[in-house]
């Protein structure tokens, strides 16, 4: 079952909804719904999270209750993703590894994909974006409501990096994603795939020197803490799914589809709106507290990837890839 994209007028809408309720009234208990993440409760994943659970209450006046479980607590991503194949979460917040349950996911992970932002933005949110929603809920069956803006992933390390040459010998961890461990590897790094939820003890503790992710991601996880340097690579302008189990749409009413859709945009909606702020704030609070900000040349970065980049394109979606580059101003 494929989702169809097509808005309803108000109106319209009101009239082939006359007489219908959202199913069981309001004296029967709520449907109590799961939505999992791994970011903890300071991050905008899971305040827009709390404000996608309450619109959905609010939407279906009370029919569904959804309660928002971050810092891994229902499990990892891949392990969030399995559980809404078979019902037992069903939503999730999910970014790459998404592309080891269907490949073309394995193009958005290539390292200086995208040219900035605005490039981003106008693939997932035209028809392309749309598109690969549908085609995921057929390959999987977890259906994307929305994808939610996140900013560009940097490099953090205990050791100056100004060059890929200063990669060498550098242990970062990296999720398993086959475009994440190949790319940095190419740059020169030793890439070493791991739970994030491991990261903090494995820095603290010298198992590995470096990590990359968003800045808000990092200063959220305290990871700040146990790293000396910022590197400014821009290395990925990427986003995180808001995805949902079809067997638990499914069993639920038209009214109730059409409040978690609604509700759904309006929760990227407002989660975009706080996110740039929100990293803005991280940013600053990382350097008062002594991280170093590193501005690098990230030209050599980017033709450290490329070979890589063309290979995976082959291997993973060399369509996907050329539209992609296509859109680049």
């Keep these: 079952m494929r989702l169809k994209h097509t808005w309803i007028p108000v109106s319209a809408m009101m009239v082939a909804l ?46 569904v209750k959804v309660e928002v479980y971050p810092s891994s607590t229902l499990g990892a991503d891949r392990d969030l993703v399995e559980g809404m194949q078979i019902g037992s979460v069903d939503f999730a917040l999910v970014a790459g590894v998404m592309s080891n349950f269907y490949d073309p996911y394995a193009v958005l ?41 996140r900013g560009a992933r940097q490099l953090t390390t205990n050791r100056l990096v100004e ?40 820095l603290q503790t010298g198992v590995i020197d470096a ?64 996110v740039a702020t929100q990293e803005e704030n991280a940013l600053q609070m990382m350097l008062d507290e002594g991280v170093e900000q590193i501005e690098v040349d990230q030209e050599p970065f980017r033709e450290a990837v490329q070979d890589v980049n063309e290979r995976l394109a082959d291997k993973y979606g060399r369509e996907l890839y050329d539209t992609i580059q296509g859109m680049r101003e």
């Design 163 to 202: 060059s890929p040459a200063d990669l060498r010998g550098v242990k970062i961890r990296v999720p398993n994603i086959e475009a994440s461990v190949d790319g940095w590897q190419a740059m020169g790094a030793s890439p070493t795939p791991m739970n994030f939820g491991e990261v903090y003890s494995s």
């Design 211 to 274: 990590q990359e992710n968003p800045i808000e991601f990092t200063a959220s996880a305290r990871i700040h803490e146990v790293q000396d340097y910022l590197v400014m690579t821009d290395h990925v302008f990427g986003y995180v799914q808001l995805l949902m189990s079809d067997l638990t749409f499914e069993e639920l009413t038209e009214l109730e589809q059409q409040a978690v859709l609604e509700a759904a945009e309006e929760a990227r909606i407002f989660q975009n709106e706080i």
């Design 109 to 149: 992970e290539l390292p200086y994909l995208f040219e900035n932002l605005d490039h981003l933005e106008d693939f997932l949110y035209g028809e392309d974006g749309k598109r690969l929603q549908e085609d995921t809920l057929e390959a999987t069956g977890v259906r994307g409501l929305e994808f939610w803006l």
């Design 18 to 63: 006359a007489g219908c309720s959202f199913g069981e009234g309001a004296e029967d208990e709520p449907k109590l719904l799961r939505l999992g993440h791994i970011q903890s409760e300071s991050n905008a994943w899971h305040q827009a999270s709390v404000e996608f659970a309450h619109l959905v209450h609010e939407k279906t006046d009370g029919s």
